[in-house]
């Protein structure tokens, strides 16, 4: 079984420039199909929705103005 690896990710509206840092982890070992992405924490003021197992599948929205945080 791999390890977690997990790390931040610094997101900010670029609207109503609302900021916050989401804590995320994958699996950590490279020859696995799927990196397993998950949302550990998700900072207030932001909504996310996972679409696939991957990071760039992720989708962040700020909840004020409804806008796509990349």
Do not use: N
């Amino acid at each position: 079984m791999a390890a977690r690896d997990r790390f931040s990710i610094d997101l900010k509206c670029p609207t109503c420039t609302k900021a916050g840092v989401a804590k995320v982890s994958e699996d950590d070992y490279p020859f696995m199909r799927s990196p397993g992405f998950h949302v550990d924490e998700c900072p207030e003021g932001f909504t996310y929705m996972q679409k696939g197992d991957s990071r760039t599948q992720t989708e962040f929205r700020c909840a004020a103005c409804g806008v796509v945080v990349k």
